[in-house]
Every structure is written in C-alpha cells, then in structure tokens.
T-cell receptor
Framework: GAVVSQHPSRVICKSGTSVKIECRSL??????MFWYRQFPKKSLMLMAT?????????EQGVEKDKFLINHASLTLSTLTVTSAHPEDSSFYIC??????????????FGEGSRLTVL | AQSVAQPEDQVNVAEGNPLTVKCTYS??????LFWYVQYPNRGLQFLLK??????LVKGSYGFEAEFNKSQTSFHLKKPSALVSDSALYFCAVRDPASGTYKYIFGTGTRLKVLA
C-alpha cells in the first residue's frame, strides 16, 4: 500500500512557541490530505482538509489562525501549531488520498505526531 | 445527519476464539465502508473496505467484514483471534455522493485478546 510519512513522531515544546508537523506521501501524489486530532478517549476529530495549491478547508470550531495548514506540493502538507498552549497537547494524524485510489477515496495514514506543550 | 456508531467501547475475547467488532452507520445512499486498526502511538492501518459487490469482504491479517444493507451494519470479524490483534479498531464511512473524500469515523473499539 501507499506510504505516508509523518515527522516528527514526538515533539515537546514550551508554551507560546510554534511547532511544525510534516506529512509526506512517499510513493504517490496526494491531491488531498487530511489532518486529524486524536483525543485521549480515542476519538478522531477531523481538523481540516488540505488541497494542493489552495487554501485548506477547516472544520467548524477549528481555529485556522492557530492551526496553519500548507499543502505546497503534491507530496507534502504541513500543520503548524502556532503559539502552542498545554491544551494543544494531543496526537495529530495526517492522511492522504492517492490519486490512483480513484473514486473509492481510500485514505492512507501517517504514523502520527505526539505533541506535548509544557 | 451522517454518523457511524461503534457501540462497544471494549471487546474482550480469548485467544483462538472468534471475534466480532460491531459497526453501524447512518448514511443516505450507498456508502463506502472501511475498517482501520491502530496500535499504541501509531497511525491508522487500513484493514479492508466495502465499495460494492460481494457483501463479505476479506482484508488484511485474516479479518473480514460483512456489509448488511438492511441492518446498516458492517461488523468486523475474525474466526480465530490472536493476542497480537489487541489494538484499537475504527470503522469509517464515506458518502460518495457528498463530493468530498471526508471520512466519518466511529469512536473506536478497543479489542483485547487474552492469552
């Protein structure tokens, strides 16, 4: 199957700093990428849909100025958590849709990034 | 509104016994259905999908799922559970008529296989 690489897998930062998480599709071109946040009680929350070359579409309740998403190429999307606070601590997961998956829209997921804000 | 329900927070099963993880959905039309598995501190791994055709779908690691349109269910099954199957399982649905590739995820079911 297609491979999605997410980096870093773990990051610890101080409150008020910004953190960038990268999501790369290694062996396919991803026209669309999705960013999720997973809460301790395990549910996955879709944060935004990232389309290559255009602005991300954010889900209701997600602050776009807080969570900056950039999808500058067909293989890379980045999520930047700006001015991070302890409540932003979470597990962030990206996923990508391969163009070859056609209309079935099968998604491939990254390994996730554990953010801890002190 | 579209939704996916995984009614069991946790399922415990003895090794070697059959396992079932339940999923029901509420989507108009003909949904695409997926199962994913997540191991601790890892991303989600694709197990299987139903798009059309045969209602019984076979996937990775010996898992299978049966699509039941009348009951709007897509339960995940395995004839003989392994301890290594212990993980978090997510059911997901996509409505192809929505024009988006958004998935709706269930809340997840933690499977614990006891030796």
């Amino acid at each position: 199957g297609a491979v999605v690489s997410q980096h870093p897998s773990r990051v610890i930062c101080k409150s008020g700093t910004s953190v960038k998480i990268e999501c790369r599709s290694l062996d396919f071109q991803a026209t669309t990428m999705f960013w999720y946040r997973q809460f301790p009680k395990k549910s996955l929350m879709l944060m935004a849909t990232s389309n290559e070359g255009s602005k991300a579409t954010y889900e209701q309740g997600v602050e776009k100025d807080k969570f900056l998403i950039n999808h500058a190429s067909l293989t890379l999307s980045t999520l930047t958590v700006t001015s991070a606070h302890p409540e932003d601590s979470s597990f962030y997961i990206c996923s990508a849709r391969a163009g070859t998956s056609g209309s079935t829209g099968e998604l491939f997921f990254g390994e996730g990034s554990r953010l801890t804000v002190l | 509104a579209q939704s996916v329900a995984q009614p069991e927070d946790q399922v415990n099963v003895a090794e070697g016994n059959p396992l079932t993880v339940k999923c029901t959905y509420s989507v108009s039309g003909n949904p695409y259905l997926f199962w994913y598995v997540q191991y601790p501190n890892r991303g989600l791994q694709f197990l299987l999908k139903y798009i059309t055709g045969d209602n019984l779908v076979k996937g990775s690691y010996g898992f299978e799922a049966e699509f039941n349109k009348s009951q709007t269910s897509f339960h995940l099954k395995k004839p003989s559970a392994l301890v290594s199957d212990s993980a978090l399982y997510f059911c997901a649905v996509r409505d192809p008529a929505s024009g988006t590739y958004k998935y709706i995820f269930g809340t997840g079911t933690r499977l614990k296989v006891l030796a």
